[in-house]
């Protein structure tokens, strides 16, 4: 069985993605073959795996760290929330249906079998596994309900622990000493080390604090990782994207973000190009006047559509569309600019309502979930990305509706499913005039497909847009994972977080 170790955190966002992640990348490094766990992951940005199941993204990209292909087993229990209370229960990539809170923590102990098999399978095929908590193991109000989360799963587990708490908030030494004296006591001589994050300057200064950290808890500081400005791929619900700068570049896209935004990782490849500006915006005095707008995919798209109607975001876009900005709708972005969206078996909330109207498509939201990897190619466009006809896409599809094109309706592109040998082409999404539409997230990730629309986006403006061309995504991730890697090798005590590995609890 493999080696554990378990990256917790004094609260939510304090670093322990980014940190187990490292770990993964540095152990890869160092010749271990390395896998990440997360028991439960509450998100709304997820990956369909090549055997066409649903997991957290944060889990694929420290498979990526890993050198590893994403694993389910990585992470058996996903939480996505469909309001403000309740989530749909995802458990080893299939839905088991939606569940309020309270619901959901009265049923939790059954799932504890599957918790425990996916972890005992990752760790016979492994030399180490880098577990990531949630929150903090210190809310009191949750200890009871923890299962697996945080100290529960590291009994499970049998995996030493390392703290990680977030200065850049303030208040690091009270986070970290606060959660540890909440712990219970067999719970505190779980954690092996503490992890300052996100410092910025001087290390030396911090000295005095650390001496009175270690005499305080009785717990070695491990590293203090600095504030790092590398590009890798983050939670949805505490992105600092959606906070980003307003100023409008040469090429400038907006990203409408909807209350309930899921997989905005698809737009990542626009935030490298040199001249281009990928905007988050929320609401109309945002807008300004962009050369594609993009609707990306959401939990509920039927509530989000609303509310666009509700703040006029609907009628800034229609008013775009007609004249002549590019819109691009990614799943439940697509799905909100066809005609009309049903929902008979309730879903979502049920009932029907208009569309955009902008692409001649019906949709009607079904019980069973659309989960597939995909390749094809973008059909024969007509409009301003015409330029892009013929041009190669991969990604997958993760949705609930199902999509149908009126007579003589133009599909967007032609895919097939590489989860079942041998498949058939098939079309899908819809066009027309500026409007397109898809099913397929990660639609912009190959390098191609994004220099090619800010070229037609440029050629309308009368720009030469040469300069302006992106990289390949996937090679971009490894150098920062890389980068990553080397940053916490330089900032934690690798030999220590090495003998924290081998003792174990």
Known sequence: MAKA????????????????????????????????????????????????LEMGRAQVMQAECAGVEPDVRMNPILLKPTNDTGSQVIVNGEVLGNMDAREYFRYKPNLIPEVRKAYESLAAENDIIVIEGAGSPAEINLKDADCF???????????????????????????LIGTVELLEEDERKMVKGLVINKFRGDRTILDPGIRMLEERSGIPVVGVAPYLHIEVEDEDSLTERFS???????????????PRISNFTDFNPFEKMKGVSLRYVDRVSELKNPDMIILPGTKNTMEDLLWMRQNGLEAAVLKAASEGTVIFGVCGGYQM?????????GVENGGSIKGMGL????????????????????GQLQGALKGLSGTA????????????????????????????????????????GNVYGTYVHSVFDREMVADRIVEALGRRKGM???????????TFKESQYDILAEELRRNMDLKKIYGILDAGV
Not at 17 to 26: E, M, Y
Not at 364 to 374: C, D, M, P, S
Not at 464 to 474: A, F
Request: proline share 3%; hydrophobic share 40%; net charge negative.
């Open 393 to 432: 896409i991969e990604g997958y599809e993760i949705h609930m509706g199902v999509s149908t094109l009126n007579e003589n309706a133009v599909p967007t592109v032609r895919i097939r499913d590489t989860n079942v040998e041998g498949a058939a082409e098939k079309e899908d999404g819809a066009q027309q």
């Open 359 to 378: 692409l001649p498509m019906h949709t009607v939201f079904a019980g069973e979930k659309t989960r597939t990897r995909v390749e094809g190619n973008f």
């Open 244 to 258: 980003g700068s307003q100023t409008v570049a040469a090429i400038d896209i907006v990203v409408i973000r909807t």
């Open 464 to 474: 030469d847009t040469s300069d302006m061309t992106g990289v390949d995504y996937q």
């Open 149 to 175: 989360v945080n100290m529960g799963m590291a009994k499970i587990a049998g995996a030493p622990v390392l703290l990680v708490g977030d200065i850049d908030r303030g208040g690091v030494f009270a986070q």
């Open 337 to 345: 600019l066809g005609e009309t969206l049903s929902d008979p078996l």
């Open 5 to 52: 170790i378990m990256i917790q955190g004094t609260m939510s966002n304090a670093g322990k993605s980014l940190i187990a992640a490292g770990l993964c990348r540095i152990f890869r490094q160092d010749g271990y073959r390395v896998a990440p766990f997360k028991a439960q992951n509450m998100a709304l940005n997820s990956f369909i795996t090549r055997q066409g």
